[in-house]
Every structure is written in C-alpha cells, then in structure tokens.
C-alpha cells in the first residue's frame, strides 16, 4: 500500500535534492507546494513538519478517506479529486482553505465544510453515486459558505432541485449541469437571491426544455453574462426586462381595477321577488305574465277574499220557480 510519508517525499526527485547547507528538516519546514498526483497513493501518512504547506496535489490516487491534514492549517488549495473518497471528513483545521476540488470521487453528501467559512471554490462534479441516489447537503455546512463560497460546480450528480444552497449569496459562478432539475419556478426564485451570478450552467437538465426557458433566467439573473455556454447580450437583458416589467404592471392595474370596480345597485324587490319601479303607481305585485310580455301592467285589483252572499232557504227558491 502506497503512503504519502516524509520518506517518500525525501526519496521524490522532484522535491528534496540534498544541497549543501540545507537539511531535510529545514526544507520540509520551507515546503510550501506539494506535488503527489497519480501515484498510487491510497493514504497520507504524517506530513506535521510540512507546516508551511499551503498547496496540496493529490489528484488521481486510491484515496479513500481525509486524514493526517490536521497540521496543515495554512493550506489554501487542495486538490483531491479522480479518488475513492467516500465522506468529508477531517477539514476542521483547514480554516485558510480557499479552493476545493473533490469531483470524481464517490462522495453523497456535502458535509464537514462548518469550519471552512473562508472557501471561495467547491468542485463536486460527477461524484460515482449508487442507483438512484443524488448528491445532498447538509443544511449547516451550507450556511458556513453563505458568506464566501463564489464557485461552486455540482455537474452531472442526479440533482432535483437547488433550493437548499439559496443562502449562498456571493455566488458569481454555478455549474449543475447534467442533473435533473425541472422546476423553473423554484429556480428563478434562488438565483433572484443571488444578486453578483455572471455564469450560469444547467445545460443538459429537463428544465432547458421548458418555454421561455432563457428569456425567464436572464431577467431573474441580474448581472448574469453566460447561460449555457452562450454570452447574454446587453441589449436583449433590457428588452426582456423591460418586457416583464410592463407585463406585471398591467396585471397589477387590471387587479386593481377589478378590486375597485362598482358594485350594481339593485332595485328594490317586493314579497313576490319581483323588481318595483320609483315610478310605479301601484305598490301592489304586477301580472308575471306582463313582466315576461314587457307591456304595460295593470295592478291585481285585490287581495281581499270576496265575500259570498247569503244562500236563501229552499222555500224560497221554489217559490221563485213557482
């Protein structure tokens, strides 16, 4: 098993070459760059006399985990990506730590960055994830990076949506191309919080697809130059600005226009539900036959029940026929 230790950068022809006046203590001590990609490499040993470190190549190895870099706490670039890295493990100590590259490993969540608040780069593209699985990120190493994090690439990671990395602010360029975000609505709504994104990058995502796909991320992005590959002309941004702008301002009118429109008095209705007129010379229900005729109405002559006369008795009546 290959071991990066301070015997194998002592016997590296490209590092320590015995000078006169200079000893192996001294150079490790003045060691700033160290260069071990692509060598078979499956585990970093001790390096704690590397002090001074603050550039570490270990890209294209058999890594399988981070470790032994608690010495390194002026490390500002470290580039571990083509390895077998399962988890973001042991980076608390790294607090000068600037730039990230983790991409091509088999990492599935995006962890252990609580302490790197001064990171400007994370590289997390093609992670080797099992069937049906996407990359995730964990809520509090997210919010660490609200404040710094300016590049992140999560290409080509299964990815449904984006709304978990909305606090990351300074964000200036985003890569998640390849993954399967759909929903533009959610989209629009993190990338109007980050006010200072000139790239943009989601080909290759269902969402691309979807009507007005370009002209909505162009007026939800600011300051944005390129989308997808292709620059963003100056003109277009304002026509499409100006464009939305006057649509929302015509909906916002035609609400308040509804919002304000009259009600319609309604004319007075009698026990019979049927309207009467000011003008009506009789409070009495007109005929619904006339109503439905529209010719002029004659009042009912009477509600009264009519009284009936008093029948005579018989004798009378045959006296009559009589």
């Not at 600037?98 to 991409?103: A, F, R």
């Not at 191309?177 to 995502?205: P, R, T």
Request: hydrophobic share 35%; glycine share 4%; with cysteine.
């Amino acid at each position: 098993m290959a071991c990066l230790t301070i015997d194998l950068i002592a016997k590296s022809g490209k590092h320590f070459k015995k000078r006169r006046g200079i000893s192996l203590l001294h150079y490790l001590k003045t060691l700033t760059h160290l260069h071990f990609s692509n060598r078979n490499i499956e585990e970093i040993g001790d390096l704690s006399m590397c002090g001074n470190l603050t550039v570490l190549y270990l890209f294209e190895n058999r890594l399988t985990k981070i470790c032994s870099l608690d010495f390194a706490s002026n490390l500002t670039h470290l580039y571990l990506q083509n390895n077998n890295i399962t988890h973001m493990d042991n980076l608390s100590n790294l607090r000068k730590l600037t730039k990230l590259y983790l991409s091509r490993n088999r990492i599935s969540v995006v962890e252990g960055l609580e302490e790197l608040r001064g990171l400007k780069e994370l590289h997390l593209e093609n992670q080797q994830l099992e069937p049906g699985d996407q990359l995730l990120f964990d809520p509090t190493s997210v919010l660490a990076l609200a404040e710094s994090l300016c590049v992140l690439n999560i290409n080509n990671n299964n990815i449904e949506d984006i709304k978990d990395l909305s606090v990351l602010k300074e964000l200036e360029h985003f890569s998640a191309a390849k993954n399967k975000l759909l929903h533009i609505d959610e989209m629009e709504d993190v990338f109007e919080l980050w006010s200072k994104l000139l790239i943009l990058d989601l080909s290759g995502n269902p969402v691309c697809r979807q009507r007005k796909y370009r002209d909505r991320l162009i007026v939800a992005c600011q300051k944005l130059g390129t989308l997808d590959g292709r620059d963003i002309n100056e003109i277009t941004r304002q026509f499409l600005v100006n464009w939305k702008a006057a649509k929302e301002s015509k909906k916002r009118k035609n609400k308040n226009t509804m919002l304000t429109w009259p009600l319609v008095a309604r004319p007075p209705t009698n026990d019979f539900g049927v309207a009467e007129s000011e003008h009506s010379q009789s409070s009495l229900p007109f005929r619904p036959n006339d109503m439905r005729s529209g010719e002029p109405q004659e009042p009912l002559q009477s509600f009264m029940p009519v009284q009936s006369q008093p029948i005579s008795p018989i004798s009378e009546v045959i006296s009559l026929k009589s």
